[in-house]
């Protein structure tokens, strides 16, 4: 099993900048990806960053302002985001994809709690 704890949230005025952490904890063989959804109030939840083999990739709406980065040796992942909107409200979910076993390769899609990303308009 697979825990994965987030931190960081809060409320932020507009322009404001926030960071997440998020970090893999369990029976981890390795880690093929790891990144953040969030989920806005009445809206499906959306991927926003996301990490795989070091190479970055980023929702059109946070380019330029949201910075994902990884640190391997902890198995953890952050989220820098500046010059936050009020659109950018929402409850962030850290994700990560987990090879938990030596003897298979399949890997396991593993959610943080969330952790709550309020920009007041």
């Known amino acids: 099993q697979v825990q994965l704890v987030e931190s960081g949230g809060g409320v932020v005025q507009a322009g404001g900048s926030l960071r997440l952490s998020c970090a893999a904890a369990?029976?981890?063989?390795?880690?093929?990806?790891m990144g953040w959804y969030r989920q806005g109030p009445g809206k499906q939840r959306e991927q926003v960053a996301i990490?795989?083999?070091?190479?970055?990739r980023y929702a059109d709406s946070v380019k330029g302002r949201f910075t994902i980065s990884r640190d391997n040796a902890k198995n953890a992942v952050y989220l820098e985001m500046n010059s936050l909107k009020p659109e950018d409200t929402a409850v962030y979910y850290c994700?990560?994809?987990?090879?938990?076993?030596?003897?298979?390769?399949?890997?396991?899609?593993?959610w943080g709690q969330g952790t709550q990303v309020t920009v007041p308009s």
């Open positions: 990490t795989r083999l070091g190479t970055p």
């Open positions: 994700n990560a994809e987990v090879r938990t076993s030596q003897e298979s390769s399949r890997v396991y899609a593993y």
């Open positions: 369990g029976s981890i063989v390795s880690i093929n990806a």
